[in-house]
């Protein structure tokens, strides 16, 4: 969760002109889109004051074991007191995130590298066991965006004049069509389930927002913003990730 805070941008799209009818969904969309990131939000921050804490312990542990001095049962417990805290806050909070989204991917990485970490310091800790589920997590992850790759589903229609030939350069056409960042049906779809939200039938691409990130991602990372018709914002990215923007 601590990468996410640095990924927020803000960016100025057009304006697209919506029928009352849609300004309604949308306006109920939105509330259930930003409530939920609050609370996801929340919930990350716990889980990283708890992975601090673990981490912090433990790193003070395997120093005071470095001394040559002995790790105590009463230190012990308090160790796999702190990784229960952790581990308990990820498992309650992974089952209600969106296994395609940014906030999913970076909770259970993170959990596993600490988890991991603490495992190698901390030889009698249930850190196995704690891993054997997250690691579970993580395939999850992990095999709900390679399946994005193989959704051949029609795409989503694009306002009259939006192309993505005119969006793209050729070699970021060559990694969309790769990596199957086409918008497409099942995609709306599958983002309006899990939200519990609607999408109108009609509903159209008004305007494709492209980031790049050579330095810090690479030259063959393509992230796209799609606005739709009816304001709603949805994010495909090179790494598997789909999600709304839901700020």
């Known amino acids: 969760m601590r990468n996410i805070k640095k990924l927020v941008m803000l960016i100025v799209a057009c304006s697209v002109?919506?029928?009352?009818?849609?300004?309604?969904?949308?306006?109920?969309?939105?509330?259930?889109?930003?409530?939920?990131?609050?609370?996801?939000?929340?919930?990350?921050?716990?889980?990283?004051?708890?992975?601090?804490?673990?981490?912090?312990?433990?790193?003070?542990?395997?120093?005071?074991?470095?001394?040559?001095?002995?790790?105590?049962?009463?230190?012990?417990?308090?160790?796999?007191?702190?990784?229960?805290?952790?581990y308990k806050i990820v498992v309650k909070t992974y089952p209600k995130m969106n296994k395609l989204g940014i906030n999913a991917y970076a909770l259970i990485n993170d959990a596993v590298s600490c988890i991991q970490l603490c495992k190698k310091k901390c030889t009698w800790s249930k850190a196995s066991k704690y891993l054997k589920t997250l690691k579970k997590y993580q395939k999850e992850i992990n095999n709900a965006r390679k399946a994005e790759l193989s959704n051949d589903?029609?795409?989503?229609?694009?306002?009259?004049?939006?192309?993505?030939?005119?969006?793209?350069?050729?070699?970021?056409?060559?990694?969309?069509?790769?990596?199957?960042?086409?918008?497409?049906?099942?995609?709306?779809?599958?983002?309006?389930?899990?939200?519990?939200?609607?999408?109108?039938?009609?509903?159209?691409?008004?305007?494709?927002?492209?980031?790049?990130?050579?330095?810090?991602?690479?030259?063959?990372?393509?992230?796209l913003e799609y606005r739709l018709s009816n304001d709603q914002i949805i994010t495909k990215d090179t790494d598997g990730r789909m999600e709304f923007n839901r700020t």
């Open 17 to 86: 002109l919506t029928a009352p009818m849609v300004t309604t969904v949308q306006v109920a969309s939105a509330d259930i889109l930003s409530e939920r990131a609050q609370k996801e939000f929340d919930m990350g921050n716990k889980a990283d004051t708890a992975s601090y804490k673990l981490v912090g312990y433990s790193d003070d542990l395997d120093y005071r074991m470095y001394q040559g001095k002995k790790v105590t049962a009463k230190q012990k417990r308090k160790t796999d007191k702190l990784m229960k805290a952790y």
């Open 153 to 223: 589903s029609p795409k989503v229609k694009l306002f009259d004049g939006l192309d993505y030939q005119s969006s793209l350069t050729k070699h970021q056409q060559k990694i969309v069509e790769k990596k199957n960042l086409y918008l497409r049906e099942d995609d709306l779809k599958k983002l309006a389930d899990f939200e519990h939200i609607k999408i109108p039938a009609d509903v159209k691409v008004a305007d494709i927002v492209v980031y790049t990130n050579v330095d810090m991602m690479g030259p063959n990372y393509v992230e």
